[in-house]
């Protein structure tokens, strides 16, 4: 599942956190980081983090995963409470 579609579904009942979440994700998504974050965001986008969602979301999708080739392991177990089974079983 894509970073925007799992904050779409953790903050449906806070659309304010979400339109600020899909915001920040657009800005790093074209290489711009943000330099004022809420404070109910800090935990997902703080300044420290950025550069490395910068480098997630340019990179860590299952389109880019299949044009490898060579194995690739992925382990996903299922007490993970933000990544489901689901988002491990892709084709």
Known sequence: MQLAAQLKQQLAGQPQ?????????????????????PPELQASFRPSVQPY??????FAS???????????LIVQGTA???VSVADAQFT
């Open 80 to 82: 993970d409470l933000q």
């Open 62 to 72: 299952p389109v880019k995963l299949a044009q490898l080739k060579l194995p690739i």
């Open 53 to 58: 969602l910068q480098s997630f979301l340019t």
């Open 17 to 37: 956190l979400l339109q600020q979440s899909l915001q920040i994700l657009a800005n790093l998504t074209v290489n711009r980081l943000v330099s004022t974050v």
